[in-house]
């Protein structure tokens, strides 16, 4: 989906024919579709090699080599971009995606210097975007024309030094002069809270059982997997500071009852806990030892995340521990779920653009 945006950038892939960990076949699928968009590929393939491929590729330093032989050009007269996540990864030569149409599905920009100082753009779920002119090939001192999507957007002298920004609207895309605030949009679902620093939190406002439980998980949560050697940190809600709430994805293991985090953001949640059971809108869910899942931004802090592990109870918890992999690894998986303690789903689904719960 995003070989693409290799576009100006040559590019040399090596692997192992015999890679026990990761098949070979990636690396073919790849090659053929950049040949297929005619992008420069180089390929290597060492016949029964395992996994550790680069000690043919960097031998006698012969990658460097390879390096020597191209140029990157800075101001590429054509971009190509395709992103799911614009607040981490919108930004490509003098063009930013800023805002999708719709969630999980790429936003894709191509501009295109046409002559001197006519730039066309063609857009797919995109809702807002911005070019940074005084990188591009054009002289942003004299008159710029940009259509968009078929449509002229602009005509003019830009301010010096300054993006031009635009966004989608019923009649086309418009120039915009507000300022653009990055924020997270669902995207990968669970996903997404393994895929930063992070701190796991465990409740200790419940009986003294349920907060060893809540920490025990916590810890084996956190515990080095057998690939990457990083320990992540484990907190008590009440250790829990104005700085960790800056700077990490918070996995909080408790309800509002048990946890002083999840109580104070509670309220500001699509889903919530009551008297009965677990509110998804108008529907409750009652089931006995369910355990809640969910990934949304921390309404402590909006650029981080919060993923809830809405339970109290070592057999709630073992669900969490089982699919801890699955949530961490895979993609596609429900922003939020309610599990039963095999770890099969009683309800799961996903959020929409605004993080809001899907219409009924």
Known sequence: NFAENATNL?????????DPTVDVEHSRRMVAQLELLGLPVDYEEYPGVGHVS???????????????QHVRDPQPRQVVWSTTDPARYGRHYWVQVQAL??????????????????????????????LDLDQAPVDPSQEIIISIDGT?????VPVADAPISFGASAAGFVQRTDDWVPAL????????????WRIYVYGTRGTPVQTTDARLTAERLAAPDPYVDIRYQVKADTAITEQDIDSADLILLGTPATHAVLARLHAELPIQFGPNGIAVGDEIFSEEDQLLVMIYPNPLNRGRYVQILGGTEAAQFAAAFRLSRLFGMSLGVPDYAILRPDGSAVTEGAFDLQWRLPAP
């Open 10 to 18: 040559p590019v040399l892939v090596a692997h192992g024919g015999a």
């Open 152 to 156: 002229e957007a602009f005509r003019g």
């Open 54 to 68: 680069w000690n043919q590729t960097y031998k006698d330093g012969r990658i460097l080599d390879w390096f020597d």
């Open 101 to 130: 149409t719709g969630p999980r599905v790429p936003a894709r920009i191509q501009a295109h210097v046409d002559q001197q100082n006519t730039i066309t753009v063609t857009t797919q779920n995109l809702a807002r975007f911005r």
């Open 185 to 196: 949009i669902p995207r990968e679902g669970q996903h997404e809270a393994r895929s930063g």
